[in-house]
């Protein structure tokens, strides 16, 4: 039995809101950043309370970032019964995250309003690799209570340090990644060496050392099973 959720909105419908549907789906997640998606039903009323917020914040989002590539969406789960299963849809509404094609671990939860879905979208938006230029930049960077991915490139525009922030946007919640371009963070132990990625565990956890990886960084297979081994926690979230 589907569940339909509380949610706090009231008012009509508009069209503000990308309509996804099995034709389109594809196309508009591979083409853009960021798509958040409202799953509802016509005949949940809660799914029909929280309509009008939703294509409301669609217009936000575009008017006060018309430069992103984000979409708001929604898709009507009884006409698009491939999709809601592809999505393990079984409440309404439900809303999911898509970042770079890549469909986010936990669902939205914060509040369904207007200004609070455009804070998530520009917080998504902010880059998920943090760089460093000097040691001291980076050290103020690290923080104990966290375990980070820490990368040496010698050119950030090329493909491996592409790979890097693509696994860096699937994984910003369970490590910090933190990158430095040789050119400018001047360290004679890296310099005339590949690119170098490491592992710094949690220190308030583990007094374990940080651990080199030592695949080939350019097989984003590889370098993304491994960071996800070492960031994600074994405990699965419990929700209701």
Request: charged content about 30%.
């Amino acid at each position: 039995m589907y569940v339909c959720l509380l949610c706090l909105f009231v008012g009509g419908v508009n069209s503000g809101a990308v309509q996804l549907t099995k034709d389109n789906i594809d196309i508009i997640l591979r083409e853009n950043k960021l798509v958040i998606i409202n799953f509802y039903a016509d005949w949940c009323r809660f799914s029909n309370m929280l309509a009008p917020v939703w294509d409301a914040t669609a217009d936000k989002v575009t008017s006060e970032l018309p430069h992103a590539k984000v979409v708001i969406a929604k898709v009507d789960c009884d006409a698009e019964d491939t999709i809601t299963s592809k999505y393990n849809i079984n409440k309404y509404p439900t809303i999911k995250y898509v970042e770079n094609g890549v469909v986010a671990k936990k669902e939205y939860r914060g509040q369904r309003s207007e200004d609070s879905i455009l804070e998530f979208v520009k917080e998504e938006l902010k880059p998920a690799v943090k760089e460093f230029d000097t040691l001291d930049n980076l050290v103020s960077r690290l923080d104990d209570h966290k375990s980070h991915i820490i990368a040496y490139f010698n050119d950030l525009s090329s493909s491996s340090y592409a790979t890097f922030d693509r696994i860096a946007t699937i994984l910003k919640n369970d490590c910090d990644f933190l990158a430095a371009n040789k050119a400018t963070f001047k360290d004679e132990f890296f310099q005339g060496k590949p690119d170098t990625i490491s592992f710094r565990p949690s220190k308030s956890r583990t007094n374990d050392d940080d651990e080199m990886f030592k695949g080939d960084i350019n097989n984003a297979a590889i370098l993304e099973a491994w960071c996800r081994e070492r960031c994600v926690s074994l405990v699965r979230e419990i929700t209701f």
